[in-house]
């Protein structure tokens, strides 16, 4: 296995996140690896729903996504884990490579949310280009399937065998 000195968080304060969190301080400590979170404020879903968000100042949106950092941190902290915060406004897809190329990243944590094929389709979502836009590895979470998750499953038509193979 390839040495994990530098790991790179992505928190986002959704439960998914949250996992990502819990189980890259876990692998951290246990590395011994030097430690960044990184909070990415999607201003994508700002800029297209313009007419409605107009109405919420820019700065209580952007001080929100700042507490959600401090609050990764603070987690951190509690567990004994000495980390660097970074936060970012943009794309996910564009400020974790990013990120990840600028401090020389060996590895970086994310927490995975399960959704179905139309949910995907519908929300234009295409989370597996950053695996294409990175050169370090990727860790994927998964946290407890909840009676939503599985309904999420059943309804994207994959079962469990498919599920477990996979």
């Not at 295409?126 to 370090?136: A, E, I, P, Q, T």
């Not at 860790?139 to 998750?149: C, H, I, K, N, R």
Request: charge should be negative; glycine fraction near 8%.
């Amino acid at each position: 296995m390839p040495a994990f000195n530098c790991i790179l968080l992505c928190y986002d304060g959704t439960r998914d996140g949250q996992h990502a969190l819990k189980d890259g301080a876990s692998l951290a400590q246990e590395l011994k690896a030097d430690v960044h979170v990184l909070a990415v404020l999607n201003n994508s879903v700002w800029v297209q729903g313009a007419d409605i968000t107009s109405a919420v100042p820019t700065d209580v949106v952007t001080e929100s996504a700042r507490s959600l950092l401090e609050e990764g941190l603070k987690k951190l902290a509690a567990r004994g884990i000495r980390a660097t915060g970074h936060f970012a406004l943009g794309d996910p897809l564009d400020q974790i490579p990013f990120f990840a190329n600028d401090l020389k990243v060996d590895l970086i944590v994310v927490g995975h949310r399960r959704t179905s094929r139309m949910a995907r389709w519908w929300s234009g979502r295409n989370d597996g280009l950053l695996l294409d836009r990175v050169s370090c590895s990727v860790l994927v979470t998964m946290g407890p399937e909840t009676g939503a998750d599985a309904a999420v499953v059943e309804s994207s038509g994959v079962d469990e065998t498919a599920r477990s193979a996979a």
